[in-house]
């Protein structure tokens, strides 16, 4: 009787302990596996900020062919963050990077609220939008801004890319400890 209880309890322990095991373990994966937070990153000591930490969050770091391509498009548009295009400049957009057409597109449609309306190179080099607690911008200003901070973000990650795979590495084994 005396044994059968002792047996009884030594299993009762040891399924505890297993259990709690299970659970610490749980929690160590799950805690080592959870996103990296940009306070993380910057208390590694590299100086991100939201649109860098957007960035790489997105795509880490730009591959080589990526990297041409951004340097090429940037080089481009970042001169016509602040003028009034033309169709034809527009259409040089277009053929560079078919994305940043399509997002002064999707920002023209959501503004006027239709998604099926044919939209005209026209009507999109013209347009202005009241874009946060700004003055009227155009839309082609908006999207061209919103993309070279992308792509300087991304030159800015792809530079630092063995500082940051190292704090990464770093942040994960603190969490553990």
């Known amino acids: 009787m005396i044994e059968t209880t002792l047996v009884r309890e030594l299993a009762v322990l040891t399924w505890k302990k297993l259990r709690l095991e299970k659970l610490e373990n749980d929690y160590f994966i799950k805690r080592s596996n959870a996103p990296i ?66 997002n002064i597109v999707n920002v023209y449609r959501h503004t006027i609220s239709s998604s099926g309306v044919d939209v005209l190179d026209e009507d999109l080099v013209a347009k202005k939008v009241l874009h946060g607690d700004q003055p009227l911008r155009l839309i082609t200003s908006i999207v061209f801004e919103k993309f070279v901070e992308f792509y300087e973000a991304g030159f800015w990650c792809t530079d630092r890319k063995v500082m940051i795979e190292e704090a990464v590495i770093q942040i994960k084994q603190e969490r553990i400890l």
């Open 37 to 102: 937070s940009l306070e993380e990153l910057i208390d590694s000591g590299l100086k991100f900020n939201q649109a860098r930490f957007d960035f790489w969050e997105l795509l880490k770091f730009f591959d080589n062919q990526s990297l041409e391509d951004a340097r090429k498009t940037l080089a481009h548009i970042k001169p016509l963050v602040h003028l009034q295009i033309n169709t034809d400049q527009l259409s040089e957009v277009k053929k560079l990077n078919s994305l940043i057409y399509d």
